[in-house]
């Protein structure tokens, strides 16, 4: 059996993309433009907050602007950091399994740590995890395998015995050079679904219902 399970974060354990496309639409309002469909903001939103700037503004200012309003639209969206975002469906139950099962969880994201916990205490998950890997906890970030390492060396088990869920190539590169099982969230922020099959995951769930009674995880 599996010693325990990471997640990555948006997109995968969280749907984020409610709150995150309104601080670029926020955002792109205080600047007198025009705000995007969360249809076309959602697909990148586990790219993080720079690929989303450089979303919204697209043509509209030279290079040289992108990253002051990539700070602007952080502050954006650490104003309302849980005001919509929610356990994907499902996954109150499969928490609730794992913590039944003595089976440890912990969340490995590039989120920064100073909007990944304040999201984690407002939906009163900070509490149940085991371990919180953010994208400035450390000196590497995911692809980079030593955040997962250092998560599974926090809940003392072997990354040969965990499982990890994402929804980014990002993800299942990390995962497989830290010697992890990994699986495909094909339900979260993904672009190109053509492209899954390229990075070679252990396995995909379409729901994260289906995580439960995965073979990797072994609980059936």
Not at 189 to 208: K, L, M, R
């Amino acid at each position: 059996m599996i010693d325990a399970v990471l997640f990555d974060l948006d997109g995968t354990l969280i749907d984020t993309a409610p709150d995150m496309g309104a601080a670029l639409n926020n955002l792109l309002i205080e600047e007198n433009l025009e705000p995007l469909p969360l249809t076309t903001i959602r697909p990148l939103v586990s790219q993080g907050g720079l690929v989303l700037t450089r979303l919204g503004f697209a043509g509209k200012v030279p290079d040289a602007e992108i990253e002051p309003l990539r700070l602007r639209y952080l502050d954006h969206y650490h104003a309302i950091v849980a005001d919509e975002s929610r356990l994907f469906d499902g996954y109150s139950e499969i928490l609730d399994e794992l913590e039944a099962r003595s089976i440890p969880w912990g969340i490995v994201t590039n989120k920064p740590e100073w909007l990944t916990h304040p999201l984690l205490e407002q939906l009163d998950l900070a509490p149940r995890t085991g371990v919180v890997i953010g994208g400035d906890t450390l000196e590497q970030r995911k692809p980079h395998p030593l955040p997962l390492q250092v998560a599974a060396e926090r809940l003392g088990v072997s990354c040969n015995n965990c499982i990890y869920v994402g929804d980014d190539e990002r993800d299942i590169v990390a995962g497989k050079a830290a010697n992890m099982k990994t699986l495909v969230a094909t339900y979260g922020y993904i672009e190109d679904a053509a492209s899954i099959g390229a990075w070679q995951a252990d396995g995909v769930i379409d729901h994260p219902r289906d995580l439960l009674g995965h073979p990797l995880l072994g609980l059936s």
